[in-house]
């Protein structure tokens, strides 16, 4: 579904992704991992086209996206969870989930998207019309995944959907994506919680200092004492 090939990110000067290459297959959650500062975001904002990529090539479904404007790439069905969720703070709950059908026309089927999203979401069912800005984190994550699943995604792009969050709601999120993919959503998933993202991925990236440098099936990654010495915390 997704190839990446030599993708490289640069900020001035500093080269923040070094030429990587990795695939996501149809139906699969992938997990790429690796240290703040490896470079994981600036990947997903690259693929996201949040910004231009500075080398490489990106397809999607067999059709190349690198140059293609994010509005373009949600239509496509490419949708991206952000590090920092990016809710609107003064719209409600369900106004933040409407706006994330904002490409689509299908009003009955919006409707019912948004029945859907917030049977997987029962908290934000209750807070309806509650400002986005007063919600607590987790449920502004929650948020977050709910508008995205709002543009009917192919392909899920997650930033570090558990930062800063309290164990029971991330277990509370994950819950949720774990659902997400088995009604067969492709997935992938940015996250320093290695081990919960390896948990629940089949297969990981690890990248280093802008590189991806070790790739397996995630219960290899998870067994790997190299991997469980850095990011496992062991
Ligand atoms: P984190 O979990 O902290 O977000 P990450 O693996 O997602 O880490 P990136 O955020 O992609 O890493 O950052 C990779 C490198 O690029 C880092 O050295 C970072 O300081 C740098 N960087 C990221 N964003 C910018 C920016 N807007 N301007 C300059 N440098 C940046």
Known sequence: MLEVNGLRVTYGGIQAVRGITFHVNEGEMVALIGANGAGKSSTLRALARLLDPAGGNVRYRGQEIQRLPPHRLVEQGIALVPEGRGVFPRMSCVENLRMGAYSRNDLNEIERDLEHVLGHFPRLKERAQQLAG??????????????????????????????????????????????????????????????????????????????????????????DPKVRAAYLGE
């Open 134 to 223: 007063t919600l607590s984190g987790g449920e502004q994550q929650m948020l977050a995944i709910g508008r995205a699943l709002m543009s009917r995604p192919k392909l899920l792009l997650l930033d570090e959907p558990s930062m800063g969050l309290a164990p029971i709601m991330v277990q509370k999120i994950f819950q949720v994506i774990c659902a997400v993919a088995a009604e067969g959503m492709t997935i992938l998933l940015v996250e320093q919680n290695a081990k919960l993202a390896l948990e629940v991925s089949q297969r990981g990236y690890v990248m280093e200092s802008g590189e991806i440098t070790v790739t397996d099936e995630a219960s290899k990654l998870l067994a």
